[in-house]
């Protein structure tokens, strides 16, 4: 995969020399968010990667954007400070209406504005989405949003936000199919729907933020709705089909996790390997000791097996085909391949491994992460047992 779109990877490389250590402990320490990155990654392009050029992005395909942030991770950054901007960007470039993409695209693709947050999750619900209970009820012109949304990273540093919120109660009775109320129930997947916020209008206004204190500087947030009023003009695709709008983006997003893992597991192992040949102890090279060296050994075998199947998942993604099996599968053995290359790199580094300096300890907090965001090992391997090998559904 590291031969995949060669120049692009290079350029990156380059970007990402001008933040190096220093920078990113710097903003770990201090908890702050990467501004002067993120901008440097506006200013070349490369969040706009995936915005179609008539909009004026690079309308490159997904496995561009995949590349981008595995070098970001390779090199020791953290992609998560801006990866939100490619994956949410699928909801409205699939489900958006020619007047939003209009409204929004141009000013993303040219940085004015910045789509980095995506609020799903809430306090009770957590993976289960379809029981989410933040309100969106009409207006006249406006939904008025009152709930509660958790883990909603960069939302402080977002001015545009997709919001999932439920225009329907759970359970509520429907006669979409033409028959009577109370014969026909509403499908669990229905009555929710998605919103464009305009956060620089929300808060203050019926939206507060509040952060929330972290193991790594993820600059992830509680949002509070009470009373919000948002456009109608702003509800992407129908009303009441919120889950398929988001759905449609979450192979997208896994696949684009997936790559920032590989790139995470490559910089340990690099990082791993180079100082089990170069550190002496007992008057040899401790890489020369096999139970230093097998575990660096295993993850880089991990690491490769994970890279093909993200390969798979972008091939088939690109291709329009389903590829729900592949970007789960490459998200869970990415993030596992990645852990096993932390854990790896800081046992070969010995105490020397929590001492911040190296850079370790941060790029293992950071990565242990993508073994419960997204979304957790445990809910990709019920998505496998029940889509992939058909057993009974587990809830």
Same mark, same amino acid.
């Given at each position: ?55 004026? +992005?690079?309308? @490159? ?62 306090? *009770? ?33 977002? *001015? ?10 759970? +359970? ?25 916020? *305009? ?49 449609? +983006? ?7 996790? $997936? ?10 192992? *690099? ?11 007992? +008057? ?45 599968? $490459? ?14 790199? @800081? ?33 990709? @391997?019920?998505y496998i047992g029940e889509h992939v090998l058909g057993m009974p559904r587990s809830f």
């Amino acid at each position: 995969m590291s031969e995949d779109h060669a120049d692009i990877r290079e350029a990156v490389r380059k970007l990402c020399a001008r933040f190096g250590g220093a920078y990113w402990r710097a903003k770990d320490k201090a908890r702050e968010y990467p501004t002067a990155f993120v901008r440097a990654m506006g200013d070349a392009g490369y969040l706009a990667a995936l915005i179609p050029t008539e909009h004026g +992005g690079s309308g @490159l395909p997904l496995s561009a954007a995949a590349a981008i942030l595995e070098e970001v991770h390779a090199s020791g950054g953290n992609g998560a400070a801006c990866h939100a901007q490619m994956y949410v960007m699928g909801t409205v470039l699939r489900h958006g209406s020619n007047v939003q993409k209009a409204a929004w695209l141009p000013r993303i693709a040219s940085g004015e504005l910045r789509l980095q947050a995506f609020a799903v999750s809430e306090p *009770d619900s957590g993976s289960d989405t379809l029981s989410l209970a933040t309100r969106a009820v009409r207006d006249g012109d406006d939904y008025v949003i009152t709930g509660q949304k958790i883990w909603t990273s960069r939302a402080e540093h977002s *001015d545009v936000m997709v919001l999932l919120a439920r225009t329907a109660p759970l +359970g509520e009775t429907a006669s979409r199919a033409g028959l009577p109320v109370g014969k026909a129930r509403q499908k669990r997947t229905e009555g929710l729907s998605a919103f464009i916020v *305009d956060m620089r209008a929300a808060v203050g206004h019926g939206l507060s933020i509040r952060q929330i204190d972290t193991m790594m500087n993820h600059a992830t947030c509680a949002l509070f709705f009470d009373g919000l009023r948002v456009p109608a003009a702003n509800l992407i695709g129908e009303e009441g089909q919120g889950f398929r709008t988001i759905v449609s +983006g979450m192979n997208a997003e896994r696949l684009l996790i $997936a790559a920032e893992c590989i790139g995470d597991a490559k910089w340990f192992i *690099d990082r791993a390997t180079a100082y089990a040949k170069q550190r002496v102890v007992f +008057g040899r090279a401790i890489g020369q000791n096999q139970g230093v060296q097998f575990p660096i050994a295993r993850a880089y075998a991990q690491m490769r097996a994970a890279e093909l199947m993200v390969r798979d998942g972008l091939a088939r993604f690109e291709a329009g085909e389903a590829c729900g099996e592949q970007a789960n599968i $490459a998200k869970m053995l990415a993030a596992e391949a990645s852990f096993a290359a932390g854990e790896a790199c @800081l046992q070969t580094h010995g105490g020397f491994g929590f001492a911040s300096q190296y850079d370790i300890e941060r790029k293992w907090r950071e990565t242990r992460l993508y073994q419960v965001a997204p979304i957790s090992t445990n809910m990709i @391997l019920s998505y496998i047992g029940e889509h992939v090998l058909g057993m009974p559904r587990s809830f």
